[in-house]
């Protein structure tokens, strides 16, 4: 089975558990859905973590326990619930790599460790179809459907 190619307006419709896409200012379509998900995706790379009180630092210690470190900054993928807004059950934000190939191996990584559900990519303006097709393993296509970044959107 092969990659499925969709435009405006199939794009925004159902057949998708999960639609990946790339940072805002990539990505015309990013901006859309992130306004749908009440600027979510934005919103998430100023997010600033809160630091844990002393006194609980000194409780922790006092009891010999550890808390994980989540080391969450703006690089971090981020997954956001989305039934309520679109018809998909999940967005995932992944953040561009330097190289653009990084990006497909680390959409390729979550979408694996998500049990690979059914999904849409919204491809960056860096990411052409032929790139995307060619890195995606061909074994691994059935459910897997993209939109190029220069597919016209209507704003």
Same mark, same amino acid.
């Given at each position: 089975?092969?990659?499925?190619?969709? +435009?405006?307006?199939? +794009? $925004?419709?159902?057949?998708?558990?999960?639609?990946?896409?790339?940072?805002?200012?990539?990505?015309?379509?990013?901006?859309?859905?992130?306004?749908?998900?009440?600027?979510?995706?934005?919103? +998430?790379?100023?997010?600033?973590?809160?630091?844990?009180?002393?006194?609980?630092?000194?409780?922790?210690? +006092?009891?010999?326990?550890?808390?994980?470190?989540? /080391?969450?900054?703006?690089?971090?993928?981020?997954?956001? /619930?989305?039934? /309520?807004?679109?018809?998909?059950?999940?967005?995932?934000?992944?953040?561009?790599?330097?190289?653009?190939?990084?990006?497909?191996?680390?959409?390729?990584?979550?979408?694996?460790?998500?049990?690979?559900?059914?999904?849409?990519? $919204?491809?960056?303006?860096?990411?052409?179809?032929?790139? $995307?097709?060619?890195?995606?393993?061909?074994?691994?296509?059935?459910?897997?459907? $993209?939109?190029?970044?220069?597919?016209?959107?209507?704003?």
């Amino acid at each position: 089975m092969s990659l499925k190619k969709l +435009a405006n307006p199939g +794009a $925004f419709g159902q057949g998708a558990d999960l639609w990946v896409v790339p940072d805002p200012q990539k990505s015309p379509w990013t901006r859309k859905i992130d306004w749908y998900l009440n600027l979510q995706i934005r919103r +998430a790379k100023n997010h600033q973590p809160q630091k844990i009180s002393t006194q609980l630092e000194e409780i922790l210690q +006092a009891n010999e326990l550890n808390l994980p470190d989540f /080391n969450i900054n703006g690089n971090t993928p981020l997954l956001v /619930n989305s039934h /309520n807004h679109l018809p998909t059950r999940s967005v995932l934000h992944v953040p561009m790599t330097k190289k653009v190939e990084d990006w497909v191996s680390e959409c390729h990584k979550i979408w694996r460790q998500l049990s690979e559900p059914t999904v849409r990519f $919204f491809l960056p303006e860096e990411i052409s179809e032929d790139i $995307f097709e060619n890195q995606w393993p061909k074994d691994q296509q059935a459910g897997v459907s $993209f939109v190029p970044s220069h597919s016209p959107l209507e704003e």
